[in-house]
């Protein structure tokens, strides 16, 4: 269809102007893709592009803005986003916290869980440290 639209507004453009460009075609369909009404683009082009006010003119502007596919209106994003954001706040304020049955089992078991990590950790460290030690001693041997 596209192809189709392009081709018959350079054949009215032809005929209308006596010339036609892909470039004019390109600028007369966004016009068109962006006008509120026929008689908005009619203006348009005869003040944009010095066609002159005839009835050809307003026929050609009532085809094409027929034609023309045009994007639905939807809310824009930011009024979306905004929506969204409502909602969930309305969600959340749904949610409570929780209370622990026993807090010391659960403290306990958090505190084992974490010890040997730490005391690994350690290892690891004073492991790396006495090879490094012992390198050094090595060195000063040898001199």
Same mark, same amino acid.
């Given at each position: 269809? *596209?192809?189709?639209?392009?081709?018959? @507004?350079? =054949?009215?453009?032809?005929?209308?102007? *006596?010339?036609? !460009?892909? +470039?004019? @075609?390109?600028? #007369?369909?966004?016009?068109?893709?962006?006008?509120?009404?026929?008689?908005?683009?009619?203006? !348009?082009?005869?003040? =944009? %592009?010095? %066609?002159?006010?005839?009835?050809?003119?307003? #026929?050609?502007?009532?085809? $094409?803005?027929?034609?023309?596919?045009?994007?639905?209106?939807?809310?824009?994003?930011?009024?979306?986003?905004?929506?969204?954001?409502? %909602?969930?706040?309305?969600? &959340?304020? +749904?949610?409570?916290?929780? /209370?622990?049955?026993? /807090?010391?089992?659960? $403290? #306990? *078991? #958090?505190?084992?869980?974490?010890?040997?990590? &730490?005391?690994?950790?350690?290892?690891?460290?004073?492991?790396?440290?006495?090879?490094? @030690?012992? +390198? !050094?001693?090595?060195? =000063?041997? /040898?001199?």
């Amino acid at each position: 269809m *596209g192809s189709e639209l392009r081709m018959w @507004v350079s =054949d009215r453009l032809m005929s209308l102007l *006596g010339y036609s !460009q892909s +470039t004019v @075609v390109s600028y #007369v369909l966004n016009l068109a893709k962006k006008a509120s009404s026929a008689a908005n683009l009619t203006n !348009q082009l005869v003040d =944009d %592009m010095g %066609m002159s006010s005839s009835s050809e003119t307003r #026929v050609f502007a009532q085809e $094409i803005f027929e034609r023309v596919e045009r994007k639905t209106t939807g809310p824009n994003l930011y009024l979306q986003q905004e929506r969204e954001a409502a %909602m969930l706040a309305r969600k &959340q304020k +749904t949610y409570s916290l929780l /209370e622990a049955d026993d /807090e010391d089992e659960n $403290i #306990v *078991g #958090v505190e084992s869980n974490s010890v040997p990590s &730490q005391t690994r950790k350690e290892d690891t460290r004073t492991k790396k440290f006495r090879k490094r @030690v012992e +390198t !050094q001693e090595d060195e =000063d041997d /040898e001199a």
